[in-house]
């Protein structure tokens, strides 16, 4: 069975501090991945996906990166955190290749910035 | 401009009731998927349907197979576990991209 993890569960930062968040993928190779961003009480918006390792491609960039080191890892960071950037993060995977299949997504990290 | 509207907002229901959702696409969707997020924030995938429909004990959803342009999600004999924000989210093409609705804030009371 595959299972997704998230890390750290909660972060609170300082504005203008870095950040890094994670995600791993057990059970499943060569998974599609991707970034969510949730404003409390919103709806999710999209960062990034990621079809390959060394791949990351942006939806809405928000002054974040992301990078897919290994197959199984998704990482998010910034080099200076925004206000705006408190919320919540979900990272999730499909099955690989073309198209977008169902997703299942990770407990989430919740960020909030001070 | 928005590309899904998810409707109700919010709903009520009593326990035992039965409830309808439902998301419209501005235009042909090629496929769709529901989830739930609890109070934790945890998303659960419900269905995920190219066309059709697929029932699930209590759940069931639909997909318009004709103009693929709107989704439904019906629940028959809400339990108390059903509460929680009920979000559609669809995809246009091949771009790995889903668009999401602004979701359901469902509230079952006893």
């Known amino acids: 069975a595959q299972t997704i993890h998230q890390w750290p569960v909660a972060e609170i930062k300082a504005v203008g501090s870095p950040l890094s968040l994670g995600c791993t993928i057990k059970g499943k190779s060569s998974p599609n991945l991707y970034w969510y961003w949730q404003a409390t009480g919103g709806t999710l918006q999209q960062l990034f996906y990621s079809i390959t390792v060394g791949q990351v491609e942006s939806v809405v960039q928000l002054n974040l990166s992301a990078s897919r080191p290994k197959d199984d890892q998704f990482i998010l960071s910034t080099e200076k955190l925004l206000l705006s950037h408190s919320g919540f993060y979900l990272c999730?995977?499909?099955?690989?290749?073309?198209?977008?299949?169902?997703?299942?997504f990770g407990p989430g990290t919740r960020l909030t910035v001070l | 401009g928005d590309q899904v509207e998810q409707s109700p907002s919010a709903l009520s229901l009593h326990e035992g009731t039965d409830s309808a959702l439902r998301c419209n696409f501005t235009t042909t969707m090629r496929s769709v998927q529901w989830f739930r997020q609890n109070s934790r924030g945890s998303l659960i995938s419900l269905f995920y349907?190219?066309s059709g429909t697929k029932e699930n004990g209590r759940l069931k959803s639909a997909f318009d197979s004709k103009e693929r342009r709107y989704s439904t999600l019906h629940i028959r004999d809400a339990q108390l576990e059903d509460s929680g924000t009920y979000f559609c989210?669809?995809?246009?093409?091949?771009?790995?991209?889903?668009?999401w609705g602004s979701g359901t804030k469902l509230i079952i009371k006893p």
């Open positions: 999730a995977w499909s099955l690989g290749g073309t198209g977008v299949y169902e997703q299942y």
């Open positions: 349907l190219a």
């Open positions: 989210a669809a995809d246009m093409d091949s771009n790995y991209q889903l668009i």
